[in-house]
């Protein structure tokens, strides 16, 4: 199995940063990772797929990058309702991991 | 939307049949997966599904003990679980994905909770 790790597990930020979270396979996937966003009590959300096409509706301040072994989501000002978890996904074998999430919290 | 049922409380060894019911888009045009969340902890793909019923494949900690079925007609999708260990617990959320082997997941379900206990 692909495992995914993320980094880092909690980020502290404020309206208006700039925030990057890194998510690493055990392996290379290709392009094949998806970004989502879970708030608490709702189910996640997809921000990015194909490891940086951006979901229909999704802010442009959302955005993806990476290729193999190592990919990034920046959140470019960061806005109130952007704070929640984030997850990567990969789905490159015909089954998919996810990373351990991360967590976005006001500083 | 997707909107799934059949989670309850059961005992270890017992068995538990989730359903969820899609409206709002041709239901037959997407392959459909599970993916479960344990309270508190992260996410786990458990099983997907072609949009004719083809190809399922699980997880490893559900090979051989769920099964994932799928009724277009009634615009539903089913997971059959046997043999629920307390490691089981969570939420299962039903998700649509594009297509076979592309699990990626655009619409997701709120959920229905699994709580497995003695």
């Known amino acids: 199995d692909i495992q995914m790790t993320q980094s880092p597990s909690t980020l502290y930020a404020s309206v208006g940063d700039r925030v990057t979270i890194t998510c690493r396979p055990s392996q290379s996937i290709s392009g094949w990772l998806a970004w989502y966003q879970q708030k608490p009590g709702q189910a996640p959300k997809l921000l990015i797929y194909k490891a940086s096409t951006l979901e229909s509706g999704v802010p442009s301040r959302f955005s993806g990058s990476g290729s193999g072994r190592e990919f990034t989501l920046t959140i470019n000002s960061l806005q109130a309702e952007d704070f929640a978890t984030y997850y990567c996904?990969?789905?490159?074998?015909?089954?998919?991991?996810f990373g351990q999430g991360t967590t976005v919290e006001m500083k | 939307q997707l909107e799934e049922s059949g989670g309850g409380v059961v005992r270890p060894g017992g068995s538990l049949r989730l359903s969820c019911v899609a409206s709002g888009f041709r239901f037959d045009d997407f392959a459909m997966a599970w993916v479960r969340q344990s309270p508190g902890k992260g996410l786990e793909w458990v099983s997907g599904?072609?949009?004719?019923?083809?190809?399922?494949t699980y997880s490893a900690s559900a090979k051989g003990r769920f099964t994932i079925s799928r009724d277009n007609a009634k615009n539903s999708l089913y997971l059959q679980m046997d043999s629920l260990r307390a490691d089981d617990t969570a939420f299962f959320y039903c998700?649509?994905?594009?297509?076979?082997?592309?699990?990626?997941?655009?619409?997701w379900g709120r959920g229905t909770l699994v709580t497995v206990s003695s």
């Open positions: 996904q990969q789905y490159n074998s015909y089954s998919a991991t």
């Open positions: 998700a649509r994905a594009p297509r076979w082997g592309y699990w990626y997941f655009d619409l």
């Open positions: 599904l072609g949009w004719d019923g083809s190809n399922p």
